[in-house]
């Protein structure tokens, strides 16, 4: 854990800061000790002597105010530095709730000093616990949107609030539809429709990603069976349906497994027509429990998608390892594929990889022809995105599915020559 700081040496008498000073660190004594002084010049008293593990300097990783003691070492000290930047990295990417209660203990930890004299600062007169800010409103609101949120998803199932909303897959050769993309939304009662973006974090947090995921595998299964006759089979592969699964569902092992054979045998389906789309974020986290679920699934037949490929951090060996039907290409190179030499570069790096070890290329995001063509003409060989078809209800993407069907014959009658 300690391997992410810096060190700091410091000989004995050395100031490790001042009274005034900017606070932008706190530090753990590793080596050596120092004390803690408070008041400046003839006023000056020691008020602690610190030792190896002692931590000093933290109210600065949370609040910017000036340091309100000096700080020296004592004999040749050796401390770990944490920047108050490392920490606000880490609230940042904690949940609204961490992020709100952070903020509650650190104006409570003020007042205290305040009320205790011990604070001597010029011009906080108004920064207290109730001064409320326009951001410690903003941060009160999503906590509390969070919390209720966590609270009404556990009834979301059994109230039926949650649906499958569809998105067509198509082949760039012949512009048919070949599957379905399944998402996911939330009609909240007082809320509206929610994001899977805001409720699926929050579902993998408190655990309920488990009963919802095998909700939208059940749900999506049952569907198939009004979807596959909008779907043609294409050069390599069947008609197919995809679901997105999340980290602790594919690091539950048995479970997910299970769950998929019994769910397909119980509707009749080919597992070549189900694929699961995963992340590569979800790889890296839980690498030996995930690639050993993926190889069952695979055995079992079924398709298995990396999505948002070039958005992740991993190397690349682990596409080699793990049993990859499929890679969807993220929607932020996509969309700049006219317009950025890196997105473009990323993006044909990306068709050869697939290319050279045998998977088909879904390109997401797809919002016009230009990019659409773009993307076809550089080997990619599905598409998704609004340009196409958004995603939509069952009912409404058969009605969808009939007249693009419609659209797609005119279009090829008029490529063939009369
Ligand atoms: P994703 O798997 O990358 O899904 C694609 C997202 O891109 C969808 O957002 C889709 O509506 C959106 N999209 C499709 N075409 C376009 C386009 O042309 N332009 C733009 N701007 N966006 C487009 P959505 O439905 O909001 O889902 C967001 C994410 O939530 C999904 O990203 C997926 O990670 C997660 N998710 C959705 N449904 C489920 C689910 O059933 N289970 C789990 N675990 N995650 C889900
Ligand atoms: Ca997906
Ligand atoms: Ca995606």
Known sequence: ??????????????????????????????????????????????????????????????????????????????????????????????????????????????????????????????????????????????????????????????????????????????????????????????????????????????????????????????????????????????PFISINLSAPELAGGDDIVAAVQKCLSQHGMAPQELHIELTETIIIQKMDDVASTLHRLRALGIGIALDDFGTGYAGLDYLQSLPFTCLKIDKAFVQQVNHSDRSLHIIKAALELARSIGLSTIAEGIEDAHIGYRLSSLGCSHAQGYHYGKPMPKQQMAEWAIKHRAAQTAFLADLTPS
């Open 1 to 238: 854990m300690t391997d992410a700081f810096d060190r700091e040496v410091f000989e004995g008498q050395e100031l490790v800061f001042q009274w005034g000073d900017p606070g932008d660190s706190a530090y753990v004594i590793e080596e050596g000790c120092v004390e803690v002084l408070t008041g400046v010049g003839p006023a000056q008293k020691r008020v602690a002597i610190l030792t190896e593990g002692a931590m000093f300097g933290e109210v600065a990783l949370l609040d910017r105010q000036p340091r309100t003691a000096s700080v020296r070492a004592l004999v040749p000290t050796r401390l770990i530095r944490i920047d108050r930047s490392h920490v606000e990295e880490l609230l940042l990417r904690s949940d609204s709730v961490i992020q709100y209660l952070m903020h509650l203990l650190l104006a409570r930890f003020r007042s205290t000093h305040d009320a205790a004299g011990l604070q001597h600062r010029q011009g906080v007169a108004g920064d207290t616990p109730h001064a409320d800010s326009s951001s410690a409103m903003d941060l009160h609101k999503a906590a509390v949107r969070t919390l209720s949120l966590a609270q009404d998803l556990s009834d979301a199932i059994d109230r039926e609030q949650l649906e499958l909303f569809y998105q067509p897959l198509i082949a760039f050769d012949q512009l048919a539809v070949v599957g379905f993309e399944a998402l996911i939304r939330w009609h909240h009662p007082t809320l509206g429709l929610i994001s899977p973006v805001e409720f699926i974090p929050l579902a993998e947090k408190t655990g309920l990603i488990h009963r919802i995921g095998q909700w939208v595998l059940q749900r999506a299964v049952a569907d198939w069976a009004e979807l596959r006759p909008f779907c043609v089979a294409d050069a390599n592969q069947d």
